[in-house]
Each structure stands twice: as C-alpha cells, then as structure tokens.
C-alpha cells in the first residue's frame, strides 16, 4: 500500500489515526496553543516554526500546509482522535527521512499532544497503534522521534516502547545539530 495513495486509518480501543482534516482547527487549536504542551513538539529543521499557534487562521494554514505536504509527498500528518469524547487531541507526523546522516533512510515520528496526554500510558497507546505499519507504509527499518529531557513521560513510553537514546545527531537541512533522538530498529 502506497501510504501517499491513501492514507490509512489506523486505530486500537482508544484512538482514531486518521488524515488530518480542515476540520480539526477548532480541536488542534487547543493543542497547538497549549502553551504545556509546545516545549514537547518537534520542530526540528522546521524553518524555525515553534508549531506555537494562538488562531484559529493560524491553525488553518498549518493544517492547509500539512494537507498540501501529503498531497506532494512530503509527509503524512495524522490527527490522534480521542475515541472517548470524539476530539482530535493530537498530531502525529510521519515520513522517510533521506539525508546525510545516521537518520537517513529513516522514519522520522513526530508526536504532539495536549499537554493533558503527556502521559506515559496514553502515548504506549498511541506508539501501539503506528509504529508496527510504519515500517512498511514508510519503507523504512528504524523510526526515530525525538523527546527532550523534560519529557520525562514521553521518555518512559519511549523506553517501555524498546526505543533507545541514540547518541548521533540530525543533521538539518543547515548544517543545524539536533539531539535528543531516541531510536527503534525494526
């Protein structure tokens, strides 16, 4: 399956993977302005876009960005849907990532999420339901996500999960180090 053809929808008892949709502004604005949650979203070599966004106009061009990103095959961006209270709570990215560097090749997992699911438990849930298909839908044989140290629950999912801390960096597309990467092999 060509995950750029049709994005699948992917989902366990508790949460809905599913593209992202221009409807989702309202419910990602309250991720995206949760000011908890933004040190933890990944905006490495993101053109120095925080992912910060306090309107709803804000929201929507991102999400317009995201959609225009599928639709050129850059990545894929899901909405993580609450299945409780039918709210989008949460993005995930992913895409192949090649590039110079010991992440080439590799699927780069970007996970944001209200500061309320910053919890260990949720986010194994969550990494339960992608990282099993995200090998083959991204072709890849690791999957890397970063978490800083102040992520102490994200870390723990992560290492619960099997992920290690990897000990090179991602080389932007600047010549920009980035750290705190943890990895999984397939």
Known sequence: MNVYEKCPVLENENFLLRSVEENDVQDLLSVYSDEKAV???????CN???????????MKQAIDFW????????FVRWS????KTDTAVGTVELFNRRADDFFNNCGLLRLDLRSDYEKADI???????IISPAYELFDCDI??????PAAKERIAAFERY???PA????????????????????
Not at 48 to 58: N, P, R
Not at 67 to 72: M, Q, R, V
Not at 143 to 148: D, Q, R, T, V, W
Request: hydrophobic share 35%.
């Open 48 to 58: 120095g876009d925080d992912f910060h966004y306090t309107t709803a106009t804000q």
């Open 167 to 186: 000990d090179e960096k991602l080389i932007g597309h600047d010549e920009t180090e980035y750290g705190d990467y943890f990895v999984l092999r397939k």
């Open 123 to 129: 986010i194994s849930d969550i990494l339960g339901i």
């Open 143 to 148: 999957i890397a996500s970063k978490a800083i």
């Open 80 to 83: 993580v849907v609450d299945k």
């Open 39 to 45: 040190p933890f979203f990944n905006s490495d070599n």
């Open 67 to 74: 959609l225009f990103s599928y639709k050129e095959k850059y």
């Open 162 to 164: 099997g992920f290690t």
